[in-house]
């Protein structure tokens, strides 16, 4: 392995990153519901 880092260190970078690339997928869908609604009430 590196040196530096074990197995929870790695597994706890994982978890940060993966927790904030969903936090961000989350909040492009929310972006992309509001433009869908406002399409669908603007007309």
Known sequence: GQPGLSGRE????LGITA???S???ARIQ????????????GD
């Not at 790695?10 to 970078?13: L, S």
């Not at 992309?32 to 406002?38: I, K």
């Open 10 to 13: 790695i597994a706890q970078r």
């Open 19 to 21: 927790s904030a690339v």
């Open 23 to 25: 936090q961000r997928l």
């Open 30 to 41: 929310a972006r992309f519901r509001a433009l869908e609604d406002m399409r669908l009430f």
